[in-house]
């Protein structure tokens, strides 16, 4: 067999100390000579930021808060290691022409302006935060063509349809199907769901994650946002993408073509894997993790998901259906409801009408450029802050 080569990529990770950071870390262990560590950026971890750069030697690191940059600095400059400190330095770092390729693996909102200042500089970005698209979608992918730019999901759902999707660009898609594992509360009744905490909500069946996409996943909202950010990615309509509840997280999506057949990817539940992909495209790179034994996995099954229970995937569908910075509101209104459901000042349940009140409040923009699209998130926090503190004070103590 012949051994596919690639060049050493010098990769800037945005997020680093974070549960998609510390894994691509991780793949870049496993591949020293395929990849090297250009620079690492962490917002309030000083710590963890300090110690993969003692480990991986990166030219530079950004710690987003300010206040941190004397630790980080005092740490690091014996190492010859740049440091810098704030979102302006976050998002001007991509521009180095030292860096081959970004991984985004910020959380919420906060990815969309590194994003697209990599972007304009020309830089192929490894897309691990979906809110970007969620928000900024038409922006995103406009700029990304503009200046002929890839984007490459890392999403394990959106990567598996980009890898079913391997030789067959020009042919069209008539569907494709996201699969959920349905998170820990697959199977419950809106009754059963009034008097949930969040530790039950981060109790993940399947997969290792941060705290807002733990709760994300628990209320179907994270295969909300994935449905738009298919939509972008993939030029397709809602009406064509299909979310089917899937427990085992082994088939991690499927395209269906004209013709009727469906290509699927499997795998184990490991975002190892769609983070290499991403990172070593086209190649596919050899590893020593576990592979698939369907010795094991002798049941796969799939189910239509629970809108009624779990209404925020059906508000994310009509967000994207909206369209303009209706994505948007959702995509801010759900990062203050998660926000506030895991410091326990709202209850499950009423994460969905948080949303749902900011989207019906904040006035719709059909076609906001970046200005409009900060704007609207920075009032729609505000808003659903507002709404936050009425609802915390009907909230009963568990």
Request: include cysteine; charge should be negative; charged fraction near 15%.
């Amino acid at each position: 067999m012949v051994k596919q080569e690639i060049p050493p990529r010098r990769i800037a990770v945005l997020g680093s100390t974070g549960s998609i950071g510390k894994q691509a870390l991780e793949v870049i262990r496993e591949h020293p000579d395929h990849f090297t560590l250009e620079v690492l950026t962490a917002n309030h971890n000083a710590d963890l930021l300090i110690a993969q750069a003692m480990e991986y030697n990166p030219n530079a690191v950004v710690i987003g808060d300010e206040r941190l940059y004397a630790r980080v600095n005092a740490a690091l400059a014996p190492h010859f290691i740049k440091v810098y400190a704030g979102e302006q330095s976050l998002c001007q770092v991509v521009e180095m022409e030292t860096i081959d390729l970004v991984l985004v693996a910020l959380v919420g909102f906060a990815g969309l302006k590194p994003t697209i200042n990599a972007i304009k500089s020309g830089k192929p970005v490894a897309l691990a935060n979906k809110e970007t698209l969620v928000a900024g979608g038409e922006l995103v992918t406009g700029l990304a063509a503009q200046h002929g730019v890839s984007l490459l999901p890392v999403d394990s759902e959106h990567s598996a349809i980009f890898q079913c999707l391997a030789g067959e660009f020009h042919n069209p898609i008539e569907k494709i199907y996201l699969t959920a594992s349905g998170g820990p509360f697959n199977g419950f009744t809106s009754d059963m769901l009034a008097n949930v905490r969040a530790a039950d909500a981060l109790k993940h069946p399947n997969w290792q994650m941060g705290n807002k996409i733990t709760i994300d996943c628990a209320t179907l909202m994270n295969k909300g946002l994935e449905v738009i950010e298919a939509s972008w990615l993939f030029s397709l309509p809602g009406s064509a993408i299909e979310v089917l509840v899937h427990p085992q997280s082994i088939v991690h999506s499927m395209v269906q073509f004209g013709d009727g057949s469906i290509k699927a990817q499997l795998g184990m539940p490991d975002m190892r894997l769609p983070i290499q992909y991403a990172l070593g495209y086209p190649a596919r790179l050899s590893t020593t993790w576990p592979r698939l034994d369907f010795g094991l996995h002798t049941q796969l099954t799939f189910a239509p998901p629970d809108m009624e229970t779990f209404p925020c995937l059906s508000l994310a569908y009509q967000a994207l259906q909206t369209g303009g910075n209706m994505p948007c509101i959702m995509n801010a209104a759900n990062e203050e409801a998660v926000c506030a459901f895991l410091a326990g000042e709202t209850g499950f349940l009423q994460i969905s009408d948080i949303i749902e009140h900011s989207m019906l409040n904040i006035p719709w923009i059909n076609k906001p450029d970046l200005d409009h699209l900060i704007d609207t998130d920075a009032e729609t926090r505000q808003l659903a802050q507002s709404y936050i503190r009425r609802l915390k004070s009907t909230l009963k103590p568990n």
